[in-house]
């Protein structure tokens, strides 16, 4: 790779390495907490893996190919894929009473006490999601821009995948501006979704569909949008100290 990053940059071209990819395929996502059964987790982690080219893939690769940058996956290299999905999913299965967060099995692999690759209280560190520090102001300034008529007739508006909010009714708006065409709407995927999942979080967990900003219950510093979120927070007994709670676990198992 140091090589090849050598060669690409006497072209002048840049080059990073991203990450994309393993969290579909460790079952790295908070949601993944929910998972009845390892066979839930590896079909899902499937279904994940074949849908990345909608999202993920496409984003990164818009947004660097944009700016003049080139991407690379490793997690994403097919040999790795083809072992990695080898792995029986009980050891992707997240168990806090075992000590296992999201992407134990990939965390454990880079836990050596004689070479440290990351301190332990980043290497155990819990997942965090991108959009948890600012949708706050994205909800807001859509609900100043959608009128509540305009959801209340949301599915007249757009039959096909009805948004149900007034965010998703804005960012809705702007895609029929650049978009308009019926084609590229039914291009667009759709369907119920809570911190970067299918339809899976809410068919594991129905009340996850009553705040989809956050995994309240499974993360230690859950957005707490409402004061119903708090008191599902305390009723579900989500610790503030899981995250040294599973630190300190893990280390007792390595």
């Not at 994403?76 to 999201?102: C, H, Q, T, Y």
């Not at 859950?222 to 899981?242: C, F, H, R, V, W």
């Not at 709670?245 to 280390?251: G, Y």
């Amino acid at each position: 790779m140091f090589l090849m990053s050598r060669k690409i940059k006497s072209l002048g071209v840049k080059m990073i390495i991203s990450g994309a990819g393993s969290d579909e395929i460790f079952g790295g996502y908070l949601y993944f907490h929910k998972a009845p059964n390892k066979e839930e987790v590896h079909q899902e982690t499937c279904q994940k893996i074949k849908a990345l080219h909608l999202y993920d893939c496409l984003r990164a690769n818009k947004s660097t190919s944009a700016w003049g940058v080139e991407a690379r996956v490793p997690f994403l290299d097919k040999e790795f894929i083809n072992v990695a999905m080898s792995i029986d999913p009980e050891w992707k299965m997240i168990r806090p009473d075992l000590g296992r967060i999201e992407k134990w099995v990939l965390r454990n692999a880079f836990d050596d006490e004689k070479n440290l690759y990351l301190p332990k209280h980043i290497l155990y560190r819990q997942k965090e999601q991108f959009s948890d520090s600012w949708i706050d102001g994205l909800r807001d300034h859509a609900n100043k821009q959608v009128k509540d008529a305009t959801l209340m007739n949301a599915s007249f508006i757009y039959p096909e995948n009805t948004p149900t909010t007034k965010e998703a009714c804005y960012y809705r708006t702007i895609f029929k501006k650049f978009f308009p065409k019926n084609a590229a709407r039914l291009k667009v995927p759709g369907g119920p979704s809570v911190a970067c999942s299918t339809a899976k979080a809410v068919e594991w967990d129905a009340a996850w569909a009553k705040n989809p900003y956050a995994a309240l219950g499974v993360h230690a510093a859950a957005y707490k949008g409402t004061e119903d979120a708090k008191i599902e927070n305390l009723m579900n007994g989500s610790p503030q100290t899981l995250q040294e709670r599973i630190v300190e676990k893990t280390a007792i198992i390595a």
